[in-house]
């Protein structure tokens, strides 16, 4: 199996609670009642839809768990772009492991897949601009270093991976704080270096990058207002744009010149690939 590992992501604890929820106390009672424990399958895991690849290491590893000597022949690596119909991994090995461990590991295949196409679809629509696009923290709770991980397989770049990397002051920040001002200079005395702060006013900016913000997330801005902002920033810190950005609007937005543009969808909203897996008794 290739090595894989992700920071602050435990892949083995990840297969052992996943099995945990789907074998409860009892176990697999399906394939134990039904298919000899002697049986061998062989598998075909493919792709109905074109996708990005993600998440082919994970699946290897649900296989494994259950049956180490499970023979697994990886076809495409995760970030291939494949078209329709392309088979991605083949299996040889006992029969009831394979059956208990499929439906984890496509679930698995699927979800990350899913990110990653859509991710890809979204890069694609800002080529040739100078913006770079992110991800957020919308991540499902316990699947963010997948989850993260997948738009990088699609071409993103990982925006803050928690609350812990980068300051985000936003307005719920500003309201308490009483400023933009105020509570960009509270972030800069407590020692922090990275300091991203949301703005949706252009008379936010100057007060923003005065008291020491290092980053400007223009919320909601239509793009007019993105350039204008862009304008008056002039380079002195990046800027990145947020906040209902769609396939169909993100590359007027890009054009603006924004730096960055995050899009909350790519991990929210992506719908599952279409990948499927079927087996023939050996």
Request: aromatic letters at 4%; proline letters at 4%.
């Amino acid at each position: 199996m290739t090595e894989f590992a992700l920071d602050r992501f435990d892949l083995d604890a990840f297969v052992a609670s996943t099995f945990a929820e789907d074998l409860g106390e009892i176990g697999d009672i399906t394939s134990a009642a039904v298919i000899p424990e002697t049986a061998r399958f062989e598998g075909v895991m493919d792709s109905r839809d074109a996708i990005v690849v993600a998440g082919m290491p994970i699946a290897e590893a649900f296989f494994r768990a259950l049956d180490p000597n499970v023979e697994i022949d990886a076809l495409v690596e995760d970030g291939d772009r494949v078209p329709a119909g392309t088979d991605l991994m083949r299996l040889t090995g006992l029969a009831r492991p394979m059956l208990t461990a499929e439906r984890s590991a496509l679930n698995s295949m699927q979800h990350l897949s899913g990110i990653a196409t859509m991710t890809r679809n979204y890069v694609k629509e800002i080529s040739g601009t100078r913006a770079t696009l992110l991800d957020t923290r919308k991540t499902i709770p316990g699947l963010r270093a997948l989850e993260k991980y997948a738009t990088r397989m699609g071409g993103a770049q990982n925006h803050r991976m928690g609350l812990w990397d980068a300051a985000m002051i936003k307005d719920n920040h500003v309201a308490v704080a009483g400023s933009v001002r105020e509570a960009v200079r509270r972030a800069v005395s407590a020692g922090i270096d990275r300091i991203i702060v949301e703005v949706d006013r252009i008379d936010q900016i100057e007060p923003a990058l005065e008291a020491g913000a290092t980053h400007l997330l223009l919320d909601n801005m239509p793009p007019e207002m993105l350039r204008h902002a862009v304008d008056m920033v002039d380079d002195r810190v990046p800027t990145e744009a947020s906040g209902g950005v769609t396939l169909g609007s993100i590359n007027e937005i890009a054009k603006t010149g924004v730096d960055f543009i995050s899009v909350g969808r790519l991990t929210q909203s992506a719908p599952a690939a279409d990948i499927g897996l079927d087996f023939a008794e050996i």
